[in-house]
């Protein structure tokens, strides 16, 4: 179980917006930033959302992230085919005094 | 450009050891902190461990406490993870990370670049 609750799988079809969620609570997102990560299948992680809401030179402003009290959102535009993949949340927790993923969310453009 | 290149995994038999390294370029090693993260196969990404720019400092999650060392040489601009008394739960793809800064904030934000990972089998 992670300490982070995302959804398992989400989906969407071209050129729609999809969000998905991280829960957490006051120990780790409630009073820490979040980050989100893009997986390729067979890749490396990827760092596409620092500090609740910044992109990194080279993320593509379809790319958007927002927090709010203990849960966190990633949301993404336009979708594209290229955009399938695994995406995970992260944040520091106080009560594990350790860094913390959500479970992961697998998208799927139909 | 900013590379981070992680080597000696492979198979062990439980209860055994081994150690990763991982090798950087591209950046000023020795002023970032650094992690250590795993992916069991199929699985999501666990965090295992964190050290700071002089390697004065370390974190580890408690799944691996008292068993794995995260250590650097900022001579060699080489981070390195020990890993002792190996369990097949431990068997994943481990990432080395960089710990991203933000220059205008003034703070450490958790990992920014990734290393391509490499394979730790622990069987007998």
């Known amino acids: 179980q992670s300490v982070l609750t995302q959804p398992p799988s989400a989906s969407g079809t071209p050129g729609q917006r999809v969000t998905i969620s991280c829960s957490g609570s006051?120990?780790?997102?409630?009073?820490?930033?979040v980050n989100w990560y893009q997986q390729l299948p067979g890749t490396a992680p990827k760092l596409l959302i620092y500090t609740n809401d910044q992109r990194p030179s080279g993320v593509p402003d379809r790319f958007s992230g927002s927090k709010s009290g203990t849960s966190a959102s990633l949301a993404i535009s336009g979708l594209q085919s290229e955009d399938e993949a695994d995406y995970y949340c992260?944040?520091?927790?106080?009560?594990?005094?350790?860094?913390?993923f959500g479970g992961g969310t697998k998208l799927t453009v139909l | 450009e900013v590379q981070l290149v992680e080597s000696g995994g492979g198979l062990v038999q439980p209860g055994g050891s081994l150690r990763l390294s991982c090798a950087v370029s591209g950046f000023t090693f020795s002023s970032y902190w650094m992690h250590w993260v795993r992916q069991a196969p199929g699985k999501g990404l666990v965090w295992v461990s964190r050290?700071?720019?002089?390697?004065?400092?370390?974190n580890y999650a408690d799944s691996v406490k008292g068993r794995f060392t995260i250590s650097r040489d900022n001579a060699k601009n080489t981070l390195y993870l020990q890993m002792n008394s190996l369990r097949a739960e431990d068997t994943a793809v481990y990432y080395c990370?960089?710990?991203?800064?933000?220059?205008?904030?003034?703070?450490?934000?958790?990992?920014?670049?990734w290393g391509q990972g490499t394979t730790v089998t622990v069987s007998s």
């Open positions: 006051s120990s780790n997102i409630g009073s820490k930033t």
């Open positions: 990370a960089r710990s991203g800064y933000s220059t205008s904030g003034g703070y450490y934000f958790g990992m920014d670049v």
């Open positions: 050290i700071n720019s002089e390697g004065s400092s370390t």
């Open positions: 992260a944040t520091w927790d106080d009560s594990v005094n350790g860094w913390v």
